[in-house]
Antibody
Framework: EVQLVESGGGLVQPGGSLRLSCAAS????????MAWVRQTPGKGLEWVAS????????FYVDSVKGRFTISRDNAKYSLYLQMDSLRDADTAVYYC????????????WGQGTLVTVFS | DIQMTQSPSTLSTSVGDRVTITCRAS??????LAWYQQKPGKAPKLLIY???NLESGVPSRFSGSGSGTQFTLTISSLQPDDFATYYC?????????FGQGTRLEVK
């Protein structure tokens, strides 16, 4: 069974930075697109960013462009999300998700990591 | 961006009922539509992809239909494990968007 384990969430002040990680296992990581999806009580589910299997293409939701960077290390079976210039509106549970072939639905998800931006 | 609108937001229902949830896209997305189930404190689970294709392991009481801008998720006979929140998602382009969710509650 596919396993995705997020880490790196926590409390941060507005304007601060945080780096999320997702450790993947039990599948061939470099065969798949990967994504970050976040969820807030008020806005529901929101796709944040996607990255191609070889890291050559990235896509972002408009609200995080220029502030967030998605990356991956296929040798380490790891996905990352560098979040800079954080805002209150970025407070959410962040999920790592697997995307079979981009664009495609997310067939596996991690358990999520909570990011809270507070002043 | 493509907007996804689900209805209803909440549905009071009972075990054994036939349940239908509707999702409307703001523009034509062909059949690039997925449905997810989410339970409290858990990640979403993929149920249906490409509007009507059942994900492996998903019970056959779940079905999806539609194309273009109008889609439905149907649960033929609601089971106790099905009380959850359901989301539609379009993947017509890389700017994926989700519906706001439909919560099934016990009548």
């Amino acid at each position: 069974e596919v396993q995705l384990v997020e880490s790196g969430g926590g409390l941060v002040q507005p304007g601060g930075s945080l780096r999320l990680s997702c450790a993947a296992s039990r599948f061939t990581f470099n065969d798949y697109w990967m994504a970050w999806v976040r969820q807030t009580p008020g806005k529901g589910l929101e796709w944040v960013a996607s990255i191609k299997y070889d890291g050559s293409e990235m896509f972002y939701v408009d609200s995080v462009k220029g502030r967030f960077t998605i990356s991956r290390d296929n040798a380490k079976y790891s996905l990352y999300l560098q979040m800079d210039s954080l805002r209150d509106a970025d407070t959410a549970v962040y999920y790592c998700a697997r995307d079979d072939r981009g664009p495609w639905p997310f067939d596996s998800w991690g358990q999520g990591t909570l990011v809270t931006v507070f002043s | 961006d493509i907007q996804m609108t689900q209805s209803p937001s909440t549905l009071s229902t009972s075990v054994g009922d036939r349940v239908t949830i509707t999702c409307r896209a703001s523009q034509n997305i062909n059949s690039w539509l997925a449905w997810y189930q989410q339970k409290p404190g858990k990640a979403p689970k993929l149920l249906i992809y490409k509007a009507s294709n059942l994900e492996s392991g998903v019970p056959s009481r779940f079905s999806g239909s539609g194309s273009g801008t109008q889609f439905t998720l149907t649960i033929s006979s609601l089971q106790p494990d099905d009380f959850a929140t359901y989301y539609c998602q379009q993947y017509h382009s890389y700017s994926y968007t989700f519906g706001q969710g439909t919560r099934l509650e016990v009548k």
